[in-house]
């Protein structure tokens, strides 16, 4: 069964995302559509790839494509510069030129660092994204932020390049632990309170049998954030910084756990907590509304408070390392009601210190 599309369109650049069942199998011919390079990597992790790399492999041969499986070992610990180089030899070795297309079968890891050897490969060739997480189909399958981590943090290094097809096979979700899976929903639910007070509704009485549902989700998802970047593509004008709702104190959690304690979204989920308490103090945020958040969040499984040995003190001496602290200050997203965000610049340090102690 075919799913649907959804297109993707800017001044810059356009491209479709697939939403569906059974998708995998018709890669192939969707690829064809939109490419005629010859020969492909297909970039993908050691868990990923005994579950779909032969399906992906066979759909590409099928359609005349020459494919070359490349792959890594699964995790964050993998999106490192020197792995980006290691892939780019191993394309070189398989012969890929100019024409030649990278094909990111995997979560957000392998989309990030697979889009960033498109990126940076003969000066940029195109990018077919396959997400297999939520999050990845959600979130960061889509904006053309691709990159790689230093020892200095996160993302440091990186170049924006927009895919030019995304495939998201529901199917592939079949496999995903349920912690991963529900990690996704903490996107889902930001996107909800920064652009759509009817989805954050229908998350509340959210049946986890659906697939129709679900389908309807991820594609509301990704307009969601497509609009927002089309807006600013580069985070220029600040637009695009309202995705980054929850991710201040988020991302300080990951760093504070040495990203082993939280998956990303459920670091997000705390720090979208911490977010509605800034909100709440500086934005008007109604009280009621910021437990209806924490009550969402705890539906789908995500932490709402932090555990009491936690060190708190590194998260706010992580903060100092977010990307969003320019010269001092802090550009800090608050909502002042569910369904919408802005950029604020009257949060202080104290304020978050005040958030992340009550968590
Ligand atoms: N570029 C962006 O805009 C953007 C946005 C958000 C997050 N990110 C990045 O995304 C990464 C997190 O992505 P993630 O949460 O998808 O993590 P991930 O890619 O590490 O995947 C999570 C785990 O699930 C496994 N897995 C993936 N799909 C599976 C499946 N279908 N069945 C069974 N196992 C499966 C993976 O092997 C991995 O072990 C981070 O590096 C983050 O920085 C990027
Ligand atoms: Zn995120």
């Known amino acids: 069964m075919l799913g649907a599309a959804v297109e993707i369109r800017s001044a810059a650049y356009c491209y479709r995302v697939l939403v569906g069942s059974g998708l995998i199998k018709q ?45 890594i070992p699964a995790g964050e610990k993998s999106k490192t510069l020197k792995k980006a180089g290691a892939i780019c030899e191993q394309m070189i070795a398989a012969r890929l030129d100019r024409q030649s297309f990278v094909v990111g079968l995997g979560g957000g890891v392998i989309g990030d660092i697979s889009g960033f050897v498109a990126a940076i490969y003969h000066r940029g060739i195109p990018h077919v994204q396959i997400p297999t997480t939520l999050l990845a189909m959600v979130d960061s399958s ?13 993302n440091l290094i990186g170049a924006v390049h927009q895919p030019s097809l995304v495939i998201d096979d529901l199917d592939v979700l079949k496999t995903l632990p349920r912690r991963e899976f529900n990690q996704g929903f903490a996107e889902i639910i930001k996107h909800a309170i920064i652009a759509d007070a009817k989805m954050f509704k229908q998350l509340q009485s959210w049946e986890a049998s659906d697939a129709l549902a679900l389908q309807r989700l991820i594609k509301r998802n990704i307009k969601i954030k497509a609009a927002v970047v089309a807006r600013d593509e580069r985070d220029r004008t600040g637009e695009r910084a309202i995705l980054n709702f929850g991710h201040t104190v988020g991302h300080a959690i990951e760093r504070a756990g040495n990203y082993r304690k939280f998956l990303h979204g459920e670091a997000l989920s705390l720090g979208i907590v911490a977010a509605c308490a800034v909100s709440s103090k500086k934005a008007g945020l109604p009280r009621r509304q910021h437990e209806a958040v924490i009550d969402l969040l705890q539906r789908f499984e995500l932490p709402t408070c932090l555990p009491k040995n936690f060190p708190r003190n590194k998260i706010v001496s992580a903060l100092k390392f977010d990307k969003k602290f320019e010269g001092g200050k802090i ?12 950029v604020a610049n009257d949060v202080t340090l104290d304020d978050i210190r005040e958030a992340v102690d009550a968590l």
């Open 331 to 342: 550009r800090f997203v608050v909502t002042p009601k569910i369904g919408r965000a802005r």
């Open 27 to 71: 890669l192939g011919k969707c690829v064809r559509k939109v490419l005629r390079g010859k020969r492909c990597a297909v970039v993908t992790d050691n868990i990923i790839s005994p579950l779909f790399a032969n399906r992906v492999q066979r759909s590409l041969t099928s359609a005349g494509f020459r494919p070359t499986l490349i792959t």
């Open 142 to 154: 889509i904006g053309g932020k691709t990159g790689v981590n230093t020892a200095d943090g996160k």
